[in-house]
Nanobody, 120 residues
Framework: QVQLVESGGGLVQAGGSLRLSCAAS????????MGWFRQAPGKERELVAF????????NYIASVKGRFIISRDNAKNTVYLQMNSLKPEDTAVYYC?????????????WGQGTQVTVSS
């Protein structure tokens, strides 16, 4: 069982930055691939970025590549999403997710979500 708790969301102006954190419970955090999803009003949830269990590889959707950075600290059971050069279209509820070894579009564990609002 893995419990995920996100923090760091908020309101920011376009061009600004935010860092989301996701703290995980459990003793096997380093065996889980971690991802950040987001869901904007009226849109489907999408996988924004994920990082492998070891942290050796990352992947991003095209719209955030070069602006967002996903990272993890296995000693702290925490995954981060650094979001730079934010745009109004980044406004969404952001969810942290965990899946055993390999990330899935339907991961096993989810956080409760944190709101990110980017004003123009």
């Amino acid at each position: 069982q893995v419990q995920l708790v996100e923090s760091g969301g908020g309101l920011v102006q376009a061009g600004g930055s935010l860092r989301l954190s996701c703290a995980a419970s459990g003793r096997t955090f380093s065996s889980y691939a971690m991802g950040w999803f987001r869901q904007a009003p009226g849109k489907e949830r999408e996988l924004v970025a994920f990082i492998t269990a070891s942290g050796g590889a990352t992947n991003y959707i095209a719209s955030v590549k070069g602006r967002f950075i996903i990272s993890r600290d296995n000693a702290k059971n925490t995954v981060y999403l650094q979001m730079n050069s934010l745009k109004p279209e980044d406004t969404a509820v952001y969810y942290c997710a965990a899946n055993w070894v390999i990330m899935s579009t339907t991961p096993t564990y989810w956080g409760q979500g944190t709101q990110v609002t980017v004003s123009s």
